[in-house]
């Protein structure tokens, strides 16, 4: 008589991680530099590629704003910090490395 494998019942609370439907980005600039633009576009292509839709990019000029560099402790310009989902992470540079972001915003194994 054959035997039929059954699978056991799913354990309540272990399901598999779900995508945040929306990521809150922060990326702090200084001013309309080289640097900053290219941050924000290197950004911008890789959200539309891959968050379409699911993401919040709040640009921060802290030429504008210093005081607001204390509450996310930069010390580098241009710095991208990931406040959804969590946990908090922050990423230093033009953001040029589209390996480098992907895995920071959790969209990539780091291999």
Known sequence: MPTTKTKPPARPGKSKPRRPSA???KLYVA???PKSIRAFDNLKVLCEQHLKGRYRIEVIDLL???HLARGDQIVAIPT?????PPPV???IGDLSNAD???VGLA???VV
Do not use: A, D, M, S
């Open 100 to 102: 480098r972001v992907l």
């Open 80 to 84: 991208l910090v990931i406040k959804l």
């Open 31 to 33: 001013g309309q530099t």
């Open 107 to 109: 969209l990539q194994q």
């Open 89 to 91: 992470r922050k990423i």
């Open 64 to 66: 504008e704003h210093p």
């Open 23 to 25: 990521w809150n980005l």
